[in-house]
């Protein structure tokens, strides 16, 4: 019964902008913790944001800091990731995951989504 339903992949241009949506359903959604991942072909699955329940504590990786902006709405059940500057080495598949932070900034995912395709060109 839990989904996590990601929306907003597509094709840009390098320099562009796009915005993830992951919507949750069948899930206290302001309990858990909510993170993206990416991977893409031939390369490792890497974190790239994570947000605690209230948005109050976020962590990203260092290949995405200062272009990517996580973000939540409760309210909504819905977790973004706006996505700026965008170079060809993000295209990849993302993938919202809800779970659980640790104080060391430890993502521990429960749920995933099944995936979006993000890529951009040169």
């Known amino acids: 019964q839990v989904q996590l339903v990601e929306s907003g992949g597509g094709l840009v241009q390098a320099g562009g902008s796009l915005r993830l949506s992951c919507a949750a359903s069948?899930?206290?959604?302001?309990?858990?913790?909510m993170a993206w991942f990416r991977q893409a072909p031939g390369k490792e699955r890497e974190r790239v944001a994570a947000?605690?329940?209230?948005?109050?504590?976020?962590y990203y990786a260092d290949s995405v800091k200062g272009r990517f902006t996580i973000s939540r709405d409760n309210a909504e059940n819905t977790v973004y990731l706006q996505m700026r500057s965008l170079e060809p080495e993000d295209t990849a598949v993302y993938y919202c995951?809800?779970?659980?932070?640790?104080?060391?900034?430890?993502?521990?995912?429960?749920?995933w989504g099944q995936g979006t395709q993000v890529t951009v060109s040169s």
């Open positions: 995951a809800a779970g659980s932070l640790g104080v060391s900034g430890t993502f521990y995912p429960r749920y």
């Open positions: 069948g899930v206290t959604f302001s309990s858990y913790a």
């Open positions: 947000t605690n329940w209230s948005g109050g504590s976020i």
